[in-house]
């Protein structure tokens, strides 16, 4: 059960059948009465169980496993794994994190014969962390990762803003960790939000197309795309601006708002852009501070506009917030956003967004007006090349994180 012998074994299978060959492999190793992987759906508060290949029917919705309360929730908000009896013949369960560098992609479940030892229990956080590579090597391969994130179906503008976002929602680096959440609404608004990582610098988005549906969503795709074409062929903060907003003058009557995000990795230096946009907010020393840079044009106004290149100070121990307006309008007014900020800085960012937008969705009885997006961005600093990005452990100082991204025993 070594880490090349499970990845090996599923590159062998179908994409459809890898995780199978993996839950084979463990039953037959460890006596597992059943073994299974559970998915998290798009929202983040649900998981739906991948059986057997030849179990998953994708022509009826996935089975919803709600996480609030339950085991799963605790092992995905600690990212630890967590042993449980069942019965009295001394059977216990098994649940782990399946977590590639804080993308939270589910849990491995698995049901023993008898409580495990520290050996078997390694072995568990190891085949669980192959797992994580097995998802994002299949995933581009079939639909049944993605028909396992779909507890409810999706309109059609929901399908293609779920395509603008980055494959994976969460990330955690030495210098930062950075997650997003998006809720969207009964009638899609056209958020996105997006990130990258390059050799020497990370770099965040957050949009809102106006409008609802499709023709929001379309909105979101030009921009996206334009914003992306720019910043991958190297365009600098200023470039990537003019070029979506040429875009947007160009192909379309409308406008979109946004702000982007440069962190320089070598010196910590950041370069902002606000296109009429709502502030962001910042979490320094316990208190919650709003963020008021110069706000420019939206992106797509005919009318002659330039966009200034801003400063951020931004310190180690910060967290960033930045958010969309449906954050912010009608009953998401009622919730107390700083004191939630600050209620949930000892979580994860990427539990601490997903905490965010449930709130809003909970002041408005389940049923959004406008997408509620948030980007959660923790910055530790660049003297923390000792972080590991794989557990989240900060090895230049312990005792500095207030929370742990682990993704399973490490021996």
């Known amino acids: ?128 962390h192959a797992l994580a590579y097995i998802v ?84 979101a795709t030009l921009v996206v795309g334009a914003l992306r074409r720019a910043r991958r062929a190297g365009a600098d903060l200023a470039e990537q601006a003019r070029q979506a907003d040429r875009a947007m003058r160009e192909h379309s009557r409308s406008y979109v708002t946004g702000q982007l995000l440069r962190i320089s990795l070598v010196d910590g230096g950041t370069e902002f852009i606000n296109a009429g946009h709502p502030w962001p907010l910042v979490i320094r020393d316990g208190e919650v501070r709003e963020i008021t840079p110069r706000i420019d044009l939206p992106f797509g106004f005919q009318v002659p506009h330039t966009y200034r290149v801003q400063a951020l100070d931004l310190r180690p121990g910060d967290r960033l917030v930045m958010l969309t307006d449906g954050m912010l309008e009608r009953k998401a007014g009622s919730v107390d956003l700083r004191e939630l900020i600050v209620r949930t800085r000892a979580l994860h960012p990427r539990e601490a967004a997903r905490s965010l937008v449930a709130a809003v969705v909970d002041a408005n009885q389940g049923h959004l007006e406008d997408d509620a997006t948030v980007m959660c961005l923790d910055w530790h600093g660049l003297d923390r090349v000792g972080r590991d990005a794989d557990t989240g452990a900060d090895l230049t100082d312990a005792s500095s994180p207030s929370w742990t991204g682990r993704t399973g025993p490490r021996g």
Request: net charge negative.
């Open 1 to 128: 059960m070594s880490l090349a012998g499970v990845l090996a074994a599923a590159e062998t299978a179908a994409p459809v059948e890898s995780l199978d060959v993996v839950a084979r492999m463990l039953s037959e190793h460890l006596g597992a009465v059943s073994v299974a992987f559970l998915i998290t759906d798009f929202t983040g508060g649900s998981v739906v169980r991948l059986g057997a290949a030849g179990s998953v029917d994708t022509d009826e919705p996935a089975r919803r496993i709600t996480l609030r309360g339950t085991l799963y929730d605790d092992v995905i908000r600690t990212q630890q794994p967590r042993v449980e009896e069942v019965g009295e013949n001394g059977r216990v369960r098994v649940v782990a994190p399946v977590t590639n560098r804080g993308d939270a992609m589910g849990l491995l479940e698995l049901f023993l014969p008898a409580g495990p030892t520290a050996e078997v229990m390694r072995e568990i956080g190891e085949s669980a």
């Open 136 to 219: 994002i090597a299949n995933r581009s391969f079939t639909d049944v990762y993605q028909w396992g994130r779909r507890t409810s179906p999706l309109s059609l503008a929901a399908e293609i803003q779920h395509r603008l976002l980055p494959a994976s929602l969460a990330c955690e680096a030495a210098q930062f960790a950075v997650a997003g959440a998006l809720e969207p609404a009964d009638h899609v608004g056209g958020d996105t939000f997006d990130y990258t990582i390059d050799r020497d610098a990370v770099q965040l988005s957050v949009t809102d197309a106006m409008g609802h549906d499709v023709d929001a969503a379309l909105l």
